[in-house]
């Protein structure tokens, strides 16, 4: 069939020519159905399409039945064919207009899709076309693969990427990285376009306007703030926004990135400390230090510098440093030196160096080169004046060389070893004792004396490090050397000022001859007898054939009765059948060290060291045995470990403790644990009231109110000063704040010397092991200081009322002397024309000016005689005492120079400073008048009231000299004329 002519099955077949001639040049391979399914026409495509894929129908399918074909096909595809077919035959009778169909017809080298498309057409025809959309598959593909790839990116990403519609700002996409940095979800991101608002902090929301306003405008911004995660901590994040306009240049939405720069944050604050430090550093340098550029030339110098060598910057900056150094003398820098600073190489030296009026100086000097990003971009020289050093070094090596002289005469080995057992220092003799381990400098005393890799377990020098005391042994010499015997004395070298042992002093005296002349000698005359440790001398069989005085005391026996006795009668460990194991063994170690139980002659207990060793005399064999009651030993070494887990103060537990605890306790076992840090209020104030063994006593009565309130599984622990921690293990949150409310109600209730205690307390509770401690510890920590903030004021304002009312309770300073006092200083206030705020001070003041006697005993403040000098000092102190509580508190601190100089004169010659004039603050002029008049007026009981007359001539009298002389006047004028303040 020729493919460019029209193929219609049948001329009875009514189609316009026109029309197929249009289908024929389609891309699409075509046909076209009668009633029955039967093709009666195929285009050009449909034929190449055949001829390519090698079909076997006549006539290129042309008068077949497409659906019986279509129903009856087998394999992969025959379902599709199937779909295909139901399709045709809905279209051709009339149920539907088209019916589209996508199908695969892979070859095995090829990928291909195809369309269906079946559309009605003429009465009771359809026309079939077959699209190939296998591109179009393909991208489609590519499209799903790209889109999958760009969410797998977006949600690995650590950063946050997002999308706001615009104006609303509802979230239209954000990644999973929001979880990770804010600790919501998307969905929950999507569900609530407040979020970002929420989630910012507080103080930093006025940055999300100003942001939202300069990307309208600007298109874009960025921003830096803090969050608050949904677990409630706080982060730092960067925010980098963009506005996406549309193609009438609208905007859209707003497109950005969130980035997490919490570590960049704490970064960029340890910087700035550490730039603060190092400036700190150099400018507070006890040494000279200059600093220069890649020329040596000096760009700064330190305080040290200065007065060192007499320069000030500008006399000397851009100058080489060496010129200045020289002052002349060419060469004496060590110009070589500075060069090698230059090259990046640090280099250490002596030499002469000269200051401003020519004075040479010795000095030891350093540089360090100054590197950035591997560049050298100048050094820093450092110098230190050694002149005197070097002349105390020059005195110091005589006497050194004299020293060894003398040590070098001495016929007894002498070692000096460092407190690691490292020998510093040995004379000839020790050299000559040991000289086939020579050197002995640098090594371990084990090594050279004992050919030991580990120290020896007898050895004394250990005991003197220990004991600090001189300790001895008789120790033996190397193998095959002619001292076989050698004294060993250890004598400890100890800091006067701390105590501790530095070193060791050895002396060694080869006691070879007097050993062998000791062998002949019997076992008594060893003279053990008075020997500070009890001596057994043991036979093979477990008996006692010798035992010493001390043996005999520490066992309550006589020497009568514990010779013949068996070692198992004093220590009910020693298992007789095994005596000849234990016997073979000190037999082969010739030494043996072990503590055990010992009983005494009345049955009674106690812990023992027991060193053995083997010994040998006139062919009869010995365990020498050498015992010591370590009762006092042992419960040293216990108070020494509770001492170290305690407060010497409170005997609560210490931080140090506490902190092993928290470690030891967060297990998932242990969980929920609660921690509450309590801040004692008012400390400072006490303590400078009534002096730290009070404040002392204050901190005990806190930590007994603690420990009465806590549970006995619970730790509560001095933290440090006036702070302490309580950890509560497997406690929730409920629980823990019913503690709190007990703790704060034993409080209230608690006397202390009419001094109120009160605490700030933080809690935190954690659930879960994934939360470190720190992070419990630390919001337990911020908990506490909120809390602080609002109970001190109050705290301190109360003790400071219990203070005045302590002190009208035991002086003369009634209240109502404090009202005279507020009303007489309110009327000279105004007449010196104080605004309100000075006029509310000098109420406080009239109130408090005399707080500070609350410390004076009530003896001497109600007194009906005269002080003694000691006792009027103790007087002259309380405005002092009384500026110390004033300052100790946030309301009162403001008048607290008001109080300090209220007893000084006009002319100098008052206390406690002996200021005059206008250096007295005016409130305290005011108070100095009006306590006087009203003092004189209202009487002591140590002095009569005088009239009212009487008191205004004392004060005109002391107009000038003691008070303000203008003052004065306008208070003598009040009194005068104001009926209410007239006394008779």
């Excluded at 009568?560 to 005596?579: C, R, S, W, Y």
């Amino acid at each position: 069939m020729e493919t460019n002519s029209i193929k219609l099955l049948s001329d009875d077949y009514e189609i316009s020519k026109e029309f197929l001639s249009f289908i024929d040049t389609m891309d699409e391979n075509a046909a076209i159905l009668d009633e029955k399914g039967k093709i009666i026409y195929i285009n050009k495509a449909w034929i190449e399409f055949a001829r390519a894929n090698d079909m076997a129908w006549d006539n290129y399918g042309l008068g077949e039945d497409y659906l019986k074909i279509a129903r009856n096909a087998e394999g992969e595809g025959a379902e599709t064919a199937r779909k295909a077919a139901e399709g045709i035959e809905a279209v051709l009778a009339g149920e539907m207009d088209n019916f589209f169909l996508e199908y695969p017809c892979h070859l095995a080298e090829e990928i291909r899709w195809f369309k269906l498309k079946v559309q009605t057409f003429a009465e009771n025809k359809a026309a079939v076309m077959h699209e190939d959309i296998a591109e179009r598959k393909k991208t489609e593909k590519e499209l799903k693969n790209n889109k999958e790839k760009l969410n797998n990116i977006l949600n690995n990403t650590d950063d946050v990427i997002w999308s706001l519609s615009w104006p609303d700002l509802s979230v239209e996409f954000i990644n999973s990285a929001a979880e990770d940095i804010y600790g919501y979800s998307p969905e929950e991101f999507r569900e609530d376009p407040e979020l970002w608002k929420k989630a910012t902090h507080p103080e930093d929301r006025h940055l999300d306007e100003k942001v939202l306003k300069e990307v309208q405008e600007k298109g874009r911004a960025v921003k830096e703030n803090r969050v608050i995660t949904k677990d409630g901590n706080i982060k730092w994040v960067q925010d980098k926004a963009k506005m996406i306009y549309n193609e009438n240049d609208k905007p859209v939405r707003v497109e950005g990135i969130s980035r997490d720069i919490t570590e960049r944050k704490k970064s960029e604050r340890e910087l700035s400390k550490e730039k603060e430090r190092f400036e700190s550093l150099f400018e507070n340098n006890t040494s000279a230090t200059a600093m220069l550029d890649d020329e040596g030339k000096i760009v700064d110098i330190n305080e040290e510098f200065k007065n060192c060598f007499g320069y000030q910057l500008s006399e000397i900056k851009g100058e080489h440093l060496d010129d200045v150094l020289e002052w002349g003398k060419e060469g004496y820098a060590d110009r070589e030196a500075t060069n090698e600073f230059l090259r990046g190489n640090k280099k250490r030296g002596e030499g002469t160096r000269y200051d401003k009026e020519g004075n040479p100086g010795e000095y030891l000097f350093h540089g360090v080169p100054i590197v950035t990003e591997n560049e050298i971009e100048g050094a820093y020289t450092i110098y230190d004046d050694i002149t005197e050093l070097k002349r105390n070094r020059e005195e110091l090596q005589k006497t050194k060389n004299y020293l060894e002289a003398i040590l070098a005469s001495i016929q007894d080995g002498i070692s000096v070893l460092d407190p690691d057992l490292t020998i510093r220092y040995a004379n000839d003799t020790m050299k000559r004792l040991y000289s086939e381990n020579a050197p002995l400098e640098g090594k371990k005393c084990h090594q050279v004396y004992r050919n030991k890799n580990e120290p020896c377990e007898e050895c004394p020098t250990l005991r003197a490090l220990e004991s600090g005391e001189v300790e001895k042994e008789i120790v033996p010499g190397l193998e095959d050397s002619e001292s076989q015997h050698l004294e060993l004395f250890s004598y400890p070298m100890i800091e006067e000022d701390t105590g501790e042992v530095t070193g060791i002093v050895e002396f060694v005296r080869d006691i070879t001859e007097r050993k062998k002349r000791e062998e002949d000698l019997k076992l008594t005359q060893f003279s053990v007898d008075k020997a500070p440790v009890g001596v057994f001398w043991v036979t093979p069989e477990g008996e006692f054939e010798y035992a010493n005085d001390r043996a005999c005391e520490i066992l309550s026996y006589s020497k009568d009765e514990l010779v013949g006795m068996k070692v198992a009668d004093i220590d009910p460990n020693f298992q007789t059948e095994n005596h000849d194991k234990e016997w073979q063994r000190i037999n082969e170690k010739k030494h043996d060290k072990l503590e055990t139980q010992l009983i005494r002659k009345a049955g009674k207990k106690f812990p023992a060291e027991v060193i053995s060793r083997y010994l040998q005399y006139k062919d009869k064999k010995y365990e020498l045995a050498f015992v010591q009651d370590i009762t006092a030993r042992k419960k040293r070494k216990e108070q020494l470990k509770y001492m170290s887990f305690h407060d010497d103060l409170t005997d609560l537990y210490n931080r140090t403790f506490m902190e092993k605890e928290m470690e030891r306790l967060d297990t998932e076992r242990q969980h929920p644990i609660s921690l509450i840090y309590c801040d004692v209020n008012g400390l400072k104030i006490v303590n400078d009231t009534y002096g730290h063994d009070v404040g002392d006593k204050y901190l005990i009565k806190v930590s007994e109110i603690l420990r009465n309130i806590t549970r006995s599984e619970d730790l509560v622990a001095r933290w440090a000063g006036d702070e302490f921690v309580i950890l509560l293990p497997q406690t929730d949150r409920e629980m823990a704040e019913e503690i709190i409310e007990r703790i704060e109600s034993a409080s209230e209730e608690a006397e202390f010397k009419d001094i109120p205690i009160t605490l700030g307390i933080g809690l935190a509770a954690n659930k879960k092991e994934e939360i470190s401690f720190e992070t419990v510890f630390n919001r337990a920590d911020e908990r506490m200081y909120k809390d602080k903030l609002t109970k001190s004021r109050s705290a301190e304002n109360k003790l400071v009322q219990n203070m005045l009312a302590t002190l009208e309770a035991k002086s003369a300073e009634t209240r109502e002397h404090s009202m005279r006092m507020t009303e007489l200083a309110h009327e000279l206030g105004n007449e010196a024309d104080l605004n309100s705020e000075q006029v509310n001070d000098l109420t406080l003041v009239a109130t408090l000016h005399d707080i500070g006697k609350v410390t004076i005993s009530e003896d001497i403040l109600t007194r009906n005689g005269d002080l003694t000098e000691e006792e009027w000092q103790i007087i002259k102190e309380h405005p002092e005492m009384g500026y110390k509580i004033a300052s100790a508190t946030e309301e009162f601190s403001p008048i607290a120079p008001a109080i300090l100089y209220h007893h000084e004169h006009w002319n100098g010659s008052g206390y406690p400073v002996g200021l005059e004039g206008d250096e007295i603050p005016l409130l305290s002029r005011i108070i100095s008048i009006v306590d006087a008049y009203d003092v004189m007026t209202a009487g002591r009981p140590y002095k009569e009231a005088m009239s009212n007359d009487e008191a205004l001539e004392e004060i005109n009298k002391c107009a000038g000299t003691q008070f303000d002389p203008e003052l004065a006047e306008m208070f003598v004028e009040i009194i005068q004329t104001s009926p209410s303040q007239a006394k008779l």
